[in-house]
């Protein structure tokens, strides 16, 4: 995630489009889902990534 700053404003956005009735579980799930999904971008930009057939091949699974 960014800056502290942005991760708090992030958050509270989040929070702002969850119904009333949310419940804890559904509030630490979103924020999980969230920062797995900046993790992810930010491995995409950082070059960390593999295609399904690389990653297939370390496997030793023949993947034609």
């Known amino acids: 995630m960014g800056s502290v700053s ?3 404003q992030a958050a ?3 929070i702002d489009r ?3 009735d949310t419940t804890w579980e ?3 799930y ?3 889902v ?3 999904i900046e993790a992810g971008l930010n491995d995409v930009k950082a ?5 399904s057939d690389e990653i297939m091949a370390s ?3 023949d993947n034609r």
Do not use: A, S
Request: charged content about 25%.
């Open 6 to 8: 942005n991760t708090k």
């Open 12 to 14: 509270q956005e989040l």
């Open 18 to 20: 969850l119904p009333e």
């Open 26 to 28: 559904q509030l630490v």
């Open 30 to 32: 979103t924020l999980q």
């Open 34 to 36: 969230r920062h797995d």
């Open 47 to 51: 070059g960390r990534v593999h295609t």
């Open 59 to 61: 496997l030793g699974i």
